[in-house]
């Protein structure tokens, strides 16, 4: 196994050389598009498994809505065919024929969803309309950043419609805080839930809502975004439903969506310069046997080791019974895979009944009686589980500055980064011009922001809140 | 709710008729394509997690490769482009610019893939390969039928390869072994296991075999395929490992695929004139109870009708409390969306503590006191499932022929249709007379086929099996 570039060397190389020896993922023939190798498409499971529990439970069904949309469709709303024009991948041939009407593959699906229920929604009692997809979107990218920019992703994408602007936030705020669960108490990911400035919208919104994770290396990745698409799309698409006094009006929409990016972001959140380090909830392989033995002790300790493995059954464990791996070799592969738990089961082991656990993420090495195994197993894997997002929360807070002073802020963006607080007066002018000067962005005005009297960081004119910037992936 | 045409009088109207309604799918606006509604999908979600929960057991894992294939790898397996050109639907614009290489949307990924595992496996250690994915391709049709024939279906497809013949055929057997199962326990569609014969076969593969399933028409459903691709694909590819001496073979292949079609058929094998019949292991909801009030005795019937449903909730269970629908509507409406038990709930029930179900296959109506509910509605939903799969299987037996008269065949083929076992001598050419005279294909040669002297009911020369036929979807 070829070394990996310390992450704290090279971030960037770091992070390839991780997704491609760790076996997550790989990049693929096609320029910008990737590979989900099976190690990697089980974190995706993890977190399908996770989050669709969650969505169904709020009454959301899934459906599927087709790739190809008429370009017609995206025309219909404004801004949104503008966002997204530059993006797109196009089917101009089908079938042996040159088409009549181009076919864009969605870049996302509001505008073939919105068309159906038009057709399909006409009361007050078709409403709220509850519905949700996982699947393949394409944007269309040049460079392939494994995970966190590719031309094809995988994500969920959830559309409801409501008959007051009341109830169609409350769906877009429960959606902000799915996202926030899954990240908070699956992946261990702390972020800043809050308000996208109208630059950083979606595309044909009324407001988007973002979380924002910081990342070690000092830059913020936007986590996944929840849309009230206000009645905008509504409109867009002449959609109306009579309500209860028979009176025609435009429902209010939403859509929010959480893709394989985030994989990226859990990678970067927690790896160390030996590799992965996965919190246990979502680590595919949570614990990883490694039995050490010579030839002739070779069958009595694996026989060992499959007791101990089906001691550990109600977690996912793994037995490595590979013949041609020294035990040095395996514990470095199963090290850069992230597995939170290592055993090394050898004849010492089982004379004493007492085995050492080998924690991933602190490397400390823990002793414990093997009657106590399955209840160890289970403190240790909660307490790292806390520990991981734990350790997350303190550096994001850590690197969080809070400044009046634009030369500060400039310093600070020059050298160690991270997520600044700053008074900004919502000006688009002065956003962008702090972008050309530092590449920060706001990234969100956070929910529990206080109403204050201050002065924009950049041209000192009134100010009410402090937004956060960060520069960002 | 409008009538559906009987199935007796229009079986193609009738399928249309009942998909719509039923609300399980819809046209979508693009030629050829479909939108699943969260009906049709549940039932998708249920053969997933079926399918899925046997797959892993198996140790095949999911992954996930890109929607995008350049077209020099299609064109790598000779028979494999040529079967699927006419078919392709073609990206020629992405991202602002005309690109250089045409990319195809994946029809199915075995070029996509096995380039892939020529970059990642080369030793007899990383054998066998095993790998599967859940996701979309596109094969383009003018005409949409309804699930049956789409541009673009959602399916699962298996890619296992193998250090020799003897097991990627217990690979190909075993997905074969796993499409039968599917059927016959979970959606109770009884069918034949056999070997396509070459003109039938996957483009580029050695041999495939096949679940035909005959449709109460008389005509077969192609169900789902596992294909024996041989060493075709690794040759195209160059893709050889080291063995255990040290040298270069190519590995054997296979792939297999089951796809939305499936849901096609299950709703044609069952359904009646009064819309679907759902087997209850794969109904999105089990039961439906529908309470029975006047205006004075409302509060008490539902607040009887929620009890009922917290009894039942181990099952699937429905309680419908739209108050703008009649309760005559309300027993149309789930009947037509093949809701396997009904429970009607009214004071009568109340006083005797005896409730009434429903049964929606035969609409017998059962009696059973309320303290044996739970326990009489689950032995209920098991005869239910397998009554289900009894009737499809003796339809199908009845509408079986054998026979060795060339004017029979035909007169069968113009009056009832159905499945005949018939010689055929293995020649293409009568394989395609046969077709062009009586439109049936030879479906397969059953697994069970025993070997015989007989004469091609074609051309009369020896002909050592009999081989199924049928008109197909």
């Known amino acids: 196994m070829k070394e990996i570039t310390p992450k704290s060397k090279d971030a960037s190389k770091w992070y390839t050389d991780v997704i491609l020896k760790s076996e997550l993922a790989d990049y693929s023939p096609v320029k910008g598009t990737m590979v989900i190798r099976p190690y990697g498409f089980a974190l995706w499971e993890s977190i399908q498994s996770f989050m669709d529990r969650l969505i169904k439970k709020r009454g959301v069904k899934n459906a599927y809505f087709p790739l190809f949309i008429p370009e017609r469709f995206l025309k219909k709303e404004k801004e949104h065919v503008e966002g997204f024009s530059p993006q797109l991948a196009v089917v101009t041939y089908a079938g042996g024929e040159e088409l009549t009407e181009k076919l864009i593959v969605r870049p996302t699906s509001e505008t073939i969803m919105y068309e159906m229920y038009k057709q399909w929604f006409h009361s007050w009692r078709d409403l709220p309309v509850l519905i949700n997809q996982w699947n393949n979107v394409v944007r269309w990218e040049k460079r392939t950043y494994l995970f966190l920019r590719t031309s094809e992703f995988l994500w969920q994408e959830g559309h409801c419609a409501h008959l007051t602007e009341k ?115 979502i680590a595919p392989i949570q614990i990883v046997i490694v039995p050490i033995y010579k030839t002739e002790t070779k069958n009595k300790v694996i026989e060992y080791s499959e007791k101990i493995k089906s001691l550990l059954r109600s977690f996912r464990t793994e037995l490595d019974l590979r013949d041609d791996e020294t035990a040095g070799f395996k514990f470095n592969k199963w090290e850069l ?16 009944q007492i085995l050492t656990l080998a924690r991933r993420d602190t490397k400390e090495k823990i002793k414990i009686k093997q009657a106590d195994l399955k209840v160890s197993v289970k403190k240790l894997l909660d307490e790292m589980q806390k520990a991981i997002f734990f350790k997350h929360k303190q550096m994001t807070e850590e ?5 009046e002073d634009y030369d500060e802020f400039k310093k600070i963006m020059k050298t160690t980064k991270g997520f600044i607080y700053a008074f900004w007066c919502e000006n688009p002018q002065c956003e962008e011009k702090i972008k050309q ?13 206080k109403t204050e009297k201050g002065s924009c960081i950049y041209c000192q004119k009134p100010a009410k809140h402090r937004w956060l910037f960060a520069q960002s992936y």
Not at 399 to 403: D, K, L, R, S, V
Not at 437 to 449: F, G, S, W, Y
């Open 399 to 403: 690197n969080t500055h809070q400044t």
């Open 167 to 281: 109830e169609n936030m409350e769906t877009v705020l429960w959606a902000l805080n799915l996202y926030k669960k899954t990240y908070q108490e699956l992946m261990g990911v702390y972020g800043i839930c809050g308000l996208k400035s109208s630059s950083e919208k979606f595309a044909g919104a009324k407001k988007t809502f973002t979380y924002e994770a910081l990342m070690p290396d000092g830059k913020a990745l936007q986590s996944s975004t929840s849309h009230d698409l206000g009645q905008n799309f509504a409109k867009a698409f002449d959609w109306t439903v009579l309500d209860q006094n028979g009176n025609a009006l435009y429902p209010y929409q939403n859509s929010w969506g959480f893709s394989t990016r985030s994989i990226g972001g859990l990678i970067l959140a927690h790896g160390d310069d030996n590799g992965l380090v996965l919190p246990p909830k």
């Open 337 to 352: 895979k992230g597995v939170p738990l290592r055993i090394e089961v050898g004849e010492k082991e089982m004379a004493g």
């Open 437 to 449: 000067e530092t590449k920060a962005t706001t990234r969100c005005l956070p929910l529990d922001a």
